[in-house]
């Protein structure tokens, strides 16, 4: 059981694909091995996130293992082709997926949706969406909150870093299923570039690694194994030091994100209710939306970073992000023993730094 989602941002801007990070395994005595797994992936120049049975997910991904840059339509097809004989050798037949993917169609960002196997009355079917799709147990949760925030126009997928703080927020709602976590696995697709980022605690075999590089610094596979070479495996374990603590500035800034637009909301519904005091929630909101813009541009910063490819620049905006962390537990009377000129970041070590050339050049 998983919780997936996929959304446009508005203005034939970016797609996004997330998806939470735990596999439960049941018995008929119930969920007994809960545990976080890759369920995002990139392959042959698209991205998908699935939820359902895990092996015939795996086995959708192995019909296309060998596409270098296809299309959406063309790797959904081969998918589809192969969901016709997964059934013959697997042991529960009645087991089914569902596949959000992203990838280029005429040169736009696209999103589909796709149910290799059919559900209940509907034959095997793939769809293209124009604004949004959920899927797994975590509709449960993030259903209702997303009826919700369109009844009261609470949503808005009008940039890049709402639909980020989106995938924090709904992420967050849909983690208070038993069956789901908070541990997001996030994708982008733009006009002319691919991003993922994975939670830190997910576990990437070799060849997801130099996936992971290639999605994010512009890479190529070949470069990225040059380089692994040149730092005797170095670089694989650097770069994904890079990648989780952007994950984690990016997590910290949209969760404050969020809880402003909680406070912003509360302050807008009392300054009706309570009349006499209307002044003070009035202040109180305008505050609120200051900070909250505050917080966006250091969002805006870090994926401005992240989508750029550059493994400097991203570095940069990490370090910015924890001196501003640093600042805020010294105005606070909070000391570490360091200040946030002696912070050292692993994946800055100078054999890294030689190792970036051939990545991103």
Known sequence: MTNIMGFKIENDGPVYLCSDSQATAINDRGPFDKRPRQKLFYQGGVLFVGSGDRERILRLREAVADEKRGSVIQIMEKMMKRA???????????????????????????????????????????????FAVLGGSGTSKTGPALERDLELGGISLNDIIEGMTLCFSYGERAGRDMYV??????????????????????????????????????????????????????????????LNDLYQAI????????NLSAAISRCGVMSVADRKNRQKYEKSRGDAIAERDKHKGY???????WISGDILRIDAAIRSSAYRHFESYERTGMHFGKSSEQLSFAFMKPEFVKAVPPISS
């Open 84 to 130: 016709e004989s997964i059934d013959v050798d697997m042991e529960n037949p009645n087991e089914s997926a569902t596949l959000f993917l992203a990838g280029i169609e005429d040169g736009h960002p696209v999103l589909y949706d796709m149910s290799p196997w059919g559900e209940k009355n509907l034959k095997p079917y793939y769809k293209k969406v124009e």
């Open 181 to 242: 976590d908070d541990k997001l696995q996030i994708g982008i697709v733009g006009n002319n570039f691919v991003r993922t980022l994975y939670h830190p605690m997910i576990e990437l075999g070799k060849s997801d690694y130099h996936g992971y590089l290639v999605a994010n610094f512009n890479s190529e596979p070949g470069r990225v194994e040059e380089a692994e070479k040149i730092t005797h495996g170095k670089v694989l374990h650097d770069a994904r030091a890079c």
């Open 251 to 258: 997590y910290e800034n949209c969760v404050q994100m969020n």
């Open 299 to 305: 969002v805006s910063e870090l994926v401005d970073a």
